[in-house]
Each structure stands twice: as structure tokens, then as C-alpha cells.
């Protein structure tokens, strides 16, 4: 199991933005994932970058909103979220794609720790 630490969520209002970041010594040679939950629902992919870190995939529902990125030096993976909407609302996890260009990420996927809380008041 990766050890990891995740900050960065919080309450915010439509329309806001937040930064998630999580960091593991364990990061090296992965291709790294952000995955949410919401109340009700399964978990699910919504941004993956691949193990090179020059490729990213979306999820439609936050594409043109959120940006993930890494820092190799700091063993972090980021997301910004902007322009969040109230569905965005859900636990985020970070985590790794089953498969390291990040194929499939949204359904084939391991998560690690216990996740950081976003909500968005509408």
C-alpha cells in the first residue's frame, strides 16, 4: 500500500477553485490519478497523467476545469479545480491507473489514503 498525504480540500462556493495535492515518497515511475466519490455513487476517474507526465486525460464532466500535474521533485501530484460546480461535491482521492498510459483510468484503478472532502455551495 503507497503511503500518501493529501490536502487541499475544503468548502468553497460555485465558482471557486481549490488545489488538491497529494504526496508519496512512493512516486516514482507510476502513472498517477485523481478520483472522486460522491455520496451515493461509485468511485470514479476523472484526471489521469501518464507515467512520462507529458500526457493527461479528463473525465467530460471536468475537462476544460481541473488540471492535474506532478512534481518529480517534490514526489507530488496536484489538481487544480476551477470553476467548481456544486456536482463537484464528492471525497478525491489520488491514486494510480491500472494501466500506465492511462487507459481505461476512469474504471481500472487503485486509490490510496483516505481522501480530502470538497464540497461546493451552490
Known amino acids: 500500500q503507497v503511503q500518501v498525504q493529501e490536502s487541499g480540500g475544503g468548502l468553497v462556493q460555485a465558482g471557486g477553485s481549490l488545489r488538491l495535492s497529494c504526496t508519496s515518497s512512493?512516486?516514482?515511475?507510476?502513472?498517477l490519478g485523481w478520483f472522486r466519490q460522491a455520496p451515493g455513487k461509485e468511485r470514479e476517474g476523472i484526471a489521469c497523467?501518464?507515467?512520462?507526465?507529458?500526457?493527461?486525460s479528463y473525465a467530460d464532466s471536468v475537462k476544460g476545469r481541473f488540471t492535474i500535474s506532478t512534481d518529480n521533485a517534490k514526489r507530488s501530484l496536484y489538481l487544480q479545480m476551477d470553476k467548481l460546480k456544486a456536482e463537484d461535491s464528492a471525497t478525491y482521492y489520488c491514486?494510480?491507473?491500472?494501466?500506465?498510459?492511462?487507459?481505461?483510468?476512469?474504471?481500472?484503478?487503485?486509490?490510496w489514503g483516505q481522501g480530502t472532502q470538497v464540497t461546493v455551495s451552490s
Open positions: 491514486g494510480a491507473p491500472l494501466h500506465r498510459n492511462c487507459r481505461e483510468y476512469e474504471t481500472y484503478f487503485s486509490t
Open positions: 512512493d512516486f516514482v515511475d507510476y502513472a
Open positions: 497523467i501518464n507515467w512520462r507526465g507529458d500526457v493527461t
